[in-house]
């Protein structure tokens, strides 16, 4: 079945992040003749930018991994990348009582102190009890009840609320389940016992986790995704108005477009409350009450040797602000002036109106944070060359109870007019996220505008099973960004 979009039709793009400028390529690779990107930044990337500092350091909007769960951004990236990329091991922890867990928290709770490794397990076998009395996962009605109903008391006090409290900025009863999928490891109480008692290592990641990150930080792939676009992309052009009835959008520097079809990345609740006139009460209230949290990042250069492998590490206790710090300049050579003598550290902390955080305050915190939580030793903050700060108004798209009633409201009202959202905050699916889900997004969304395929990934759904999760169905390569079969899963 062909689309239904004709050569003669001018489509125009708002943003110029992963999303506008997978629909873009794509658009082009099918050879439609009429696009044009508008984007009120002066950058393109989207929250997929990178930024390099007076003092040479590269920063990343939060720690980027690439977890490719596709064929076609595997190749484009490869395409585009021609090898100038590094291949990293991945190595997650946890801090928490002085020490490092790794990561997944739950599999490993042999590494807590006796009393907290003992509440962990007695919680599961609790949660086994319930599970087995019909009260599972599976008739859970948020997020707080699935993680109640999946580890128990003990987890979920130590590590699963607080934890997800600092990253969502939300009380998991605000967020549904269906997120959930690959994202939340789950563990039963036997293999919990098993590791405990043998003392193994049950690691979610080793030698087969691999990812590849582009050398000069992930925005570099998407400055050259733009280039490959071969479309005029408008910058510093924030659109404020679009007119419905006219088909024109009318942008930040006073000028005016019309278009037949508009694909939106911009956060959906701004595009519906804020810019397309006309629209109904139901809709835009509908709209209105969809949740996100903010981040501030917070960059810190140091000029010493980097003193540790590790990729990335969570902080669920109160001791510091961020939920995530990132090892950044252990994922390339090239993010800091010199990588034999400088190392990078860069820190996630979420914000909302229910956990408000002072960007006065938000760099110092930080470092104060780094050196509580022992990732700084005394003293080594004389040798800090460089602070960054970057505040993200829209980070993480919440998930929240309503999320999808709402989307079955607002996405098809838009549609019906010729307007398509997708991406990170145009779709509002954290679990469909990330750059490769977004840049498919916008591929996926060409390809069914000029062939008349269906959409698939913002489709996908995660199912919640008695044991927690179902995997949701796709491609799942070894190496992330690269075609290769999956070594551990198979
Ligand atoms: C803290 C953090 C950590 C992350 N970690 C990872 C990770 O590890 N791995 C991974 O794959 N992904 C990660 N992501 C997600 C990744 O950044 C997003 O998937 C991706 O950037 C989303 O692309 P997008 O095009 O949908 O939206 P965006 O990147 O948000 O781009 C939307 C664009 O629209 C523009 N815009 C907004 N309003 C207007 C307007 N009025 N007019 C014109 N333009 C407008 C914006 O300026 C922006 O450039 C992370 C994101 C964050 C915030």
């Excluded at 979610?204 to 998407?222: I, L, S």
């Excluded at 540790?308 to 800091?336: A, G, H, I, Q």
Aim: proline share 6%.
């Amino acid at each position: 079945m062909p689309g239904t979009l004709r050569p003669d039709q001018s489509v125009l793009i708002l943003g110029a992040g992963p999303t506008s400028l997978g629909a873009a390529y794509r658009l082009r690779e099918l050879g439609h003749p009429r696009i044009s990107i508008a984007e009120r930044n002066a950058h393109v990337g989207g929250l997929a930018a990178s930024f390099v500092d007076d003092a040479g350091f590269t920063w990343d909007i939060g720690g980027h991994v690439l977890f490719s769960h596709y064929e076609y951004y595997d190749r484009l990236f490869d395409t585009l990348m021609q090898g100038e990329y590094t291949l990293n091991s991945r190595e997650s922890w946890v801090r928490m009582f002085d020490r490092w867990v790794p990561y997944p928290f739950q599999n490993n709770v042999r590494y807590l102190p006796a009393q907290q490794t003992y509440e962990c397990i007695s919680g599961l076998i609790a949660a086994q009890a319930r599970r087995a009395a019909g009260e599972g996962p599976a008739q859970a009605k948020n997020f707080g009840e699935f993680i109640d109903a999946v580890f128990g008391p003990g987890i979920a006090r130590i590590f699963m609320r607080p934890y997800n409290f600092k990253v969502w900025a939300y009380p998991p009863e605000r967020m549904n389940k269906t997120w959930i999928g690959e994202r939340v490891a789950v563990i039963d109480a036997e293999r919990a016992l098993r590791n405990v008692i043998l003392q193994a290592d049950d690691f979610g990641w080793g030698p087969n986790n691999q990812f590849k990150y582009p050398n000069r930080g992930t925005g570099q792939f998407y400055q050259r995704l733009a280039q490959a676009c071969r479309t005029p992309i408008a910058l510093n052009r924030g659109v404020t108005r679009i007119e419905l009835a006219r088909r024109a959008a009318h942008f930040s520097d006073g000028s005016m477009e019309r278009f037949d079809v508009l694909v939106s990345a911009m956060p959906l609740d701004r595009l519906v409350c804020d810019v397309i006139d006309e629209v109904p009460k139901r809709i835009r209230e509908a709209a209105g009450r969809l949740l996100h949290s903010g981040g501030h990042m917070v960059g810190v250069g140091i000029r010493r040797p980097c003193p540790s492998t590790k990729s990335w590490m969570y902080f669920p206790e109160d001791n510091c602000p961020f939920y995530r710090v990132t090892y950044l300049s252990n994922y390339s050579p090239y993010m800091t002036p010199d990588r034999h003598t400088h190392y990078s550290l860069l820190c996630e902390t979420s914000s909302s109106p229910e956990k408000p955080v002072n960007r006065q305050t938000i760099v110092e915190d930080s470092i104060s944070g780094l050196e509580a939580a022992g990732l700084l030793e005394p003293g080594e903050r004389r040798d800090i060359v460089s602070t960054w700060a970057y505040h993200a108004g829209y980070s993480y798209p919440t998930p929240s109870v309503e999320r999808d009633d709402i989307l079955a409201e607002v996405i098809p009202w838009l549609e019906e007019r010729g307007i398509y959202s997708r991406g990170r905050f145009g779709m509002w699916k954290y679990e469909v996220a990330n750059t490769d889900h977004c840049v498919m997004q916008g591929v996926e969304l060409a390809n069914r505008l000029m062939l008349g395929e269906a959409e698939k990934t913002i489709g996908i759904v995660y199912t919640v099973t008695e044991d927690g999760r179902n995997a949701a169905e796709h491609e799942r390569p070894g190496v992330a960004g690269s075609g290769e079969n999956r070594l551990g899963a198979r």
